[in-house]
Every structure is written in C-alpha cells, then in structure tokens.
C-alpha cells in the first residue's frame, strides 16, 4: 500500500513543491495545513471522473492495448498465466471502474497503478470496450477426489459447482451464478464481472481479499458484496470455486454446433459414455445448466447438447453497451 502510494504522492508533489522547497531550506517549521495522508485519494478521484464520460471506443481502446499485451495479451489473454490474469471478455464497466480504482490507490497494486495512471477516466472506458471486445478464455478444472472433510468423495471443482450453482442456503452463501451468470459470463449492467475462464489462483487470491475483508475504496457497495460472501467460504470451497470457474465454458452456440454436426465423422468422441451415472446424480447433467466444466477427463462438454440447449441464445451477456 504504502508503496503504491507513493506514485500518487509523485503526483501530489507537483502541487506540493514550494512548500517542500521551503521546508528544506530553512529551520523555521512548517505549519501543517493539510494532513498528507488524506490528500492521495482526494487528488485522483479517479471515479468521479469516470462517471463524466461516454460509451468506450473500442478502435481508440485497441491503440491503447498495447500498453496492456506485454502482461495482459492485446486479446486479453495473459501472457504468463501464472502471474497475470486474463482480461479478455471482461465488460467494459468493470474494467473502467477497476482501471480507475487502480489509478486512485483504492485498489492497491503497485504494477497496474502506474499503468493506470497513464490513462484518462475515458482512455478506460476505450481501453474497457477494447478488451470487452476479445473472446474470454476458459481453462480446466480439477477433478481430483476429495479425500476427507465433509465433502469426502466429491471431485474437487464439484465442491465449487454446488456452491456456484446452489450456494448454502443454511450458511447464507448465495448461488454465484445469481450475479456471476450460469457460465461465470458476468453481467455488464451492475457490473458483476465475468469470472469464468479466469486463472484459479487469481481468482482464489481474490476471493481472500474479499473475506480478509480489507480496502481503502470509499465507495465500498462493490466490494461488501463480495467480503460478505467471502467470509463465509473456508479455503477448501475458495480453491475449488476458483479451479471450477476455471474450468467454465461457454456453450457453442447454435451456429457452431451446426457447422460441428457438419464436419466429417473422422474423430469420433471419444468419451460419450463417461458422465451419465454420477453427473446425473449430482444434478450436472449438460441439459441443465447452459456451461459446461472442462475437467481433466473432458468429457461433459464433448456430449452433444440436446436441442433446446443448441438454439438458446449464449448466456453471453458480456457485449460492450
Ligand atoms: C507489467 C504487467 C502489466 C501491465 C503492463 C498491465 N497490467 Fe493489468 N494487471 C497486472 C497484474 C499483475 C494484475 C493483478 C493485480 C492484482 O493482483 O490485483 C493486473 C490486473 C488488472 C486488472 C484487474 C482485473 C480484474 O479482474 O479485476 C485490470 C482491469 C487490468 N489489469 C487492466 C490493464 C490495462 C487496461 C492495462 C494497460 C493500460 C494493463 N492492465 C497493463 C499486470 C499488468
Ligand atoms: C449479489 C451479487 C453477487 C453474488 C451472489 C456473487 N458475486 Fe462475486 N462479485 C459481485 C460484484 C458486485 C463484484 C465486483 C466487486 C468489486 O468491484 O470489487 C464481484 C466480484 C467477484 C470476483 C472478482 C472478479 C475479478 O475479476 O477480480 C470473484 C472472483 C467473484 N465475485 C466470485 C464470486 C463467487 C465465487 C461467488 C459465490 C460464492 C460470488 N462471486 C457471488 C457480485 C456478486
């Protein structure tokens, strides 16, 4: 935090250099007329500024990416997936809002600060509607067999469907995809971001910051949202939420299982028999939910969708406004 604030306070300084000089050059003390501390989030109220602007350009925001690939991928897909997350897909509002809580300090980080920085309340809308723009990216989810602990037997990313899917009624924990979106999709509008296809330790590291419940945005709405279901989950459900909204996919749509069904029979699925028994069992059944989790035997999603799933629309919700 400190650290990063100190970028902040590089800007600060520019107003702050006469009495800074006058303070080096003499003994006589300085009257303090304005605690320091508070002056960072009050100079950059980055989301105020935000509030003042127009749909993001795509075009303008595609220009500006290119600030963004060394880390994020111009397509917003992380070059170093262990250490970057993936943007790509992301609605353009949370996008903006997080851009601009970088830039004030509220979201504290000392990489993306500076980067932020550089951009006007706009340039992050541009920027925003450039990434909206990409394809997300989906990744795999962990299937390994729960050893011990009350969900003993399970698949671990299973753990985290019925969570994602159900929540727990007794703990007061929402279904995630109450706001998330059956596919992890998100929902542009209130600016529930997208977090299928997201890298688990990313998305992990995340929700511990919601339970460990600290911040310094003033506008908290956002963010209580979160640590108050946070602070429900135990470590167990956080790593299999995450490896499960790694796992999400999106289903082809209509178009795409057509041009599919009219590919040559050369590779046969091969895993068609896998899931019926005990993915029924738990409710998982492909019919059902409009995602499909990739786990390392991947063969949910490789089942062909029955009709009605072929033509609804994607659960895609993610378009720039
Ligand atoms: C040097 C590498 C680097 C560069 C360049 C970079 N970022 Fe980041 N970005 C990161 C890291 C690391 C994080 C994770 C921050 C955290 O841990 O909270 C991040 C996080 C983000 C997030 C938050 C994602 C979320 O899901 O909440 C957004 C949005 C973002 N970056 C946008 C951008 C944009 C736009 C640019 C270009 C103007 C950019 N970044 C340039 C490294 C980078
Ligand atoms: C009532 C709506 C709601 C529900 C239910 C909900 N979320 Fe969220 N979620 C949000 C909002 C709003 C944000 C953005 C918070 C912010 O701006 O910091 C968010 C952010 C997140 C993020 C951060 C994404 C990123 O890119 O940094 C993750 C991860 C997440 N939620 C996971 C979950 C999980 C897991 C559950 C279920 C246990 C869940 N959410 C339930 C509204 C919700």
Known sequence: MRHARSYLLAGFAAFA????????????????????????????????ELAKTKPGNAQNGATLAG???????????STIPEIYPN??????????????????????????????????????????????????????????????????????????????????????????????????????????????????WYTARRLQEYRAGTTTERDTGMFDIMASIASQLTDEEIGALSSYMQGLHQRPDAATLAAIAAMPAAAPAPAAEAAPADAA?????????????????????????PAEDATAPATDVQQAP
């Open 17 to 48: 250099v006469g009495a800074v000089a006058f303070a080096q050059t003499t003994v006589a003390p300085l009257e303090e007329a304005e605690p320091v501390e508070t002056l960072p989030l009050e100079s950059v109220d980055a989301l105020a």
């Open 67 to 77: 600030t963004c690939a060394a880390c994020h991928g111009l397509d917003g897909k």
């Open 87 to 200: 943007i790509g897909g992301q609605s353009e509002a949370y996008l903006a809002r997080q851009l601009a809580l970088f830039k004030s300090g509220e979201r504290a980080n000392a990489i993306m600060q500076p980067f932020a920085s550089m951009l006007s309340a706009q340039d992050m809308r541009d920027v925003g509607a450039h990434f909206a723009t990409q394809a997300k990216s989906a990744g795999i989810a962990d299937d390994t067999l729960v050893a011990e602990g009350r969900y003993e037997g399970m698949k671990f990313y299973e753990i985290g469907q019925q969570l994602f899917r159900q929540g727990d009624f007794e703990r007061g924990i929402p279904a995630c995809m109450a706001c998330h979106g059956p596919s992890g999709g998100g929902n542009p509008g209130p600016a529930y971001p997208l977090v299928g296809g997201q890298q688990s």
């Open 281 to 305: 069992a738990e409710g998982t059944a492909p019919a059902e939910g409009t995602d499909a989790v990739e786990g390392t035997e991947g063969t949910e999603g490789a089942a062909p969708a």
